[in-house]
């Protein structure tokens, strides 16, 4: 089993920036694919962004590209989403995800409790 605790939500605001960081423990997840979700109050959780174990391949969802990075330390078995110019329609509820495949679809086997993300104006 792999356990993912998020941390590093909170108020932020537009323009701002943000780290928030995911980091494992259990089986180790260092040749797992990594990937951030949000989802926001009455939507559907959504695909934010992907990395794979080696760091070499990343995926974006299109809103995001240019301001978000997502980035892995495996020896500190942490994955990273640095938030940056967020806009008040990224507040969410983040989720981090863990699978054996480089995915952007919402099928990853093991998944945080979330973290809460909110983008004032």
């Known amino acids: 089993q792999v356990q993912l605790v998020e941390s590093g939500g909170g108020l932020v605001q537009a323009g701002g920036s943000l780290r928030l960081s995911c980091t494992a423990s259990?089986?180790?997840?260092?040749?797992?694919?990594m990937g951030w979700f949000r989802q926001a109050p009455g939507k559907e959780r959504e695909f934010v962004a992907a990395?794979?174990?080696?760091?070499?391949?990343?995926h974006y969802r299109d809103s995001v590209k240019g301001r978000f990075t997502i980035s892995r330390d495996n020896a500190k078995s942490t994955v990273y989403l640095q938030m940056n110019s967020p806009k008040p329609e990224d507040t969410a509820v983040y989720y981090c995800?863990?699978?054996?495949?480089?995915?952007?679809?919402?099928?990853?086997?093991?998944w945080g409790q979330g973290t809460q993300v909110t983008v004032s104006s």
């Open positions: 259990g089986r180790t997840t260092s040749h797992y694919a």
């Open positions: 990395v794979s174990w080696t760091g070499g391949r990343t």
């Open positions: 995800a863990a699978d054996n495949v480089l995915t952007i679809s919402i099928r990853y086997a093991y």
